[in-house]
């Protein structure tokens, strides 16, 4: 797997969140970094597509079940 936030290979003692992989490097910038950090806007924009993937699999989903458009 790859990491979320960095796209680095991770190991097999990385955290998992929703499916996707956290390096353990970026799993600690997570618990120490504060808005006005630098890699924040990074770390935010890799959680947003996460979330809209998940929503987008979800509808899609839906979509397949027979739920009419």
Same mark, same amino acid.
């Given at each position: 797997m790859e990491c979320l936030i960095c796209q680095r290979a991770t190991d097999s003692g990385c955290l998992v969140f929703c499916g $996707? &992989?956290? #390096?353990? !490097? #970026? $799993?600690m910038r997570l618990m $120490? @970094?504060?808005v006005d950090d630098?890699?924040?806007e990074?770390?935010?924009r890799a959680f947003r597509l996460?979330? @809209?993937r998940?929503?987008? &699999?979800t509808r899609d989903r839906h979509?397949? !079940?027979g739920d009419s458009v």
């Open positions: $996707e &992989a956290i #390096c353990s !490097d #970026c $799993e $120490e @970094q504060t630098p890699g924040y990074t770390q935010v996460l979330w @809209q998940q929503f987008l &699999a979509l397949m !079940d």
